[in-house]
Structures are given as C-alpha cells and as structure tokens.
C-alpha cells in the first residue's frame, strides 16, 4: 500500500479505514471483533483508521480503544473530528444540533476523544463542518496549542469550501493539511466546482469520504454501474475497486475513506491498486456519472 505523506511528522495509508458504521446497531462491538478489522487492515498496509467524536452516537472512539493493544497502537495512525454537537450522548443537554469551534469545546473533545481511544496523541485532528458562528483567531489558536502541546500531530478540516480553509488557515501558523470532502462517481461535483482544484494548486492531498457513493454506486444498475462491471471483470475485481482506483487514478493524489463492518469487505479494500484506470477509462465512467458527453 502506498503512502501519502501529509506533513513532514506525517505519513498516512493511501486508503483509509472509516469507522462511522463501527458502533452502529447490530454491529459486534466486542474487541475481538474491532482487532480482527482492524489487523484485516493492517494484513493490506491500511494503517489509518478515520474515526469522529460523534460516530456511532458518541459511541464509536470509544468501541475502538477498547479493542486497541499497545501492538495495534504501534501500527496505525488515528483520524478523529470535532465540532458538530448534536443532542445525544455526551451533549443530550443540547437544546438543538449545532456547531461548536469554541476553544473550550475543542480541547474537551480532544481530552475526550484521548480518554477513550486510549491513545496518547491523536495523529490528524480535523474540523468536522464549516461552522458559520466561527471566531477563527479564537478556532485557530486553539489548533495551534494542540498541536505545540503534542496533543495533535497534525490539523485539517472536513466539509470546507476555500473560503472556509482560507479564513481559518489565516488565523494559524500550523498548516492545514487536508480537507475530507464527499468525492465518488456518485458525486463528481468536487471535479469542477473548485473543491479539488484548490488542494491540488497549494499541493494539499484531499481525503474522500463516501467513496462507493453511500452505497448507491453497489446497488445500482444503470449505464454507469454496467460501465463500472466491464472494467472490474478485466481487472478480476468487484464494482467497488472499480470506483476506489477511479478515485485513486486522479493526478491530485485523493485519499478514500472506506467504511464496511463485513470482514470480507474489508480484506477486498486494497483490491482497488490493482485496476489499471487510463485517462479514457476514467472519462468513460466520469462520463456515466455525468450522464452526458462532456462538452
């Protein structure tokens, strides 16, 4: 598995595991289960294990410490969000969902966040969703602090449009060194809207959450889902390797996030390395996703 260095104190996977369906309902919680996931990872050189304070109800940090050996510690880098408080869990007090970038909600949730993964240092911390209530000097001194105190190796954010990352990247002098943003054929916006375009001009590798499009991209059975098939078939891969190296293939170096809680899954993530997407290739199944020829 490739790496995809983010920082000069940071490498990451090329394909990180999501864990938002980890402590999802009918989900086995028990830390046999989580180990046997996430060594099925490491087997594939999938090191980094994406997590959010409110996955799985404020459930899922915790789900995943229980289950993490100082081995397993060693071996993996851990992605974690903050910012959205919804009434449930830790914040049912909350009279409504909303966002927080306060500095006292932040360090608590890293505090939290350390406290239930069992884990010294949180690798990449991200901003969870552009908060419109903001005080970015107050939000990026807090990120700074996070990261001059060891608790945080490096910053990024998830959600933003460049408005978003400018104003805050303003009022910092720790970079920010990604944006998760939803990229999929399901959802290929990001290619022209100027989502990607402004990572790759300051060199900033995207992460892409939703890559297999929340599923839609498994169940479909349209032209693009038939285009997707005729190149797995070739390749001696399922459809969602198809859509992963699709993503993969980009000159912008984009990082999915894949969550699946079947174990078959995800020993079959890093299949996508191993379909050969050429430029007429990825526009034949962009132009699917599109549903139209390109101009």
Known sequence: MDRVRLSPDLEISRIVYGMWRLADDGADTAPKAVQEKIEACLEQGIT??????????????????????????????????????????????????????????????????????????????LIHRPDPFMDQHETGRTLDALVAQGKVRAVGVSNFKLHDWTLLQSAMTSPLVTNQIEMSLGHVAPFTNGDLAYLQERNVAPMAWSPLGGGALMTGTGALETAMDEVAAQAGVDRAAVAVAWLLAHPAGIVPVLGTNNPRRIRSISDAERVKMDRETWFQLYTHALGQEVP
């Open 48 to 125: 980094t294990m994406d997590q959010a304070d409110i996955y799985g109800g404020y459930m899922a940090e915790e789900v995943m410490g229980a289950a993490l050996t100082p081995n397993l510690k060693r071996q993996i880098e851990v992605v974690t969000k903050c910012d959205i408080v919804a009434p449930a869990g830790r914040h049912a007090k909350a009279r409504i969902k909303h966002y927080d970038t306060s500095r006292a909600h932040i360090v608590r949730s890293v505090d939290t966040s350390l406290r239930l993964m069992g884990i010294d240092r949180i690798d990449l911390l």
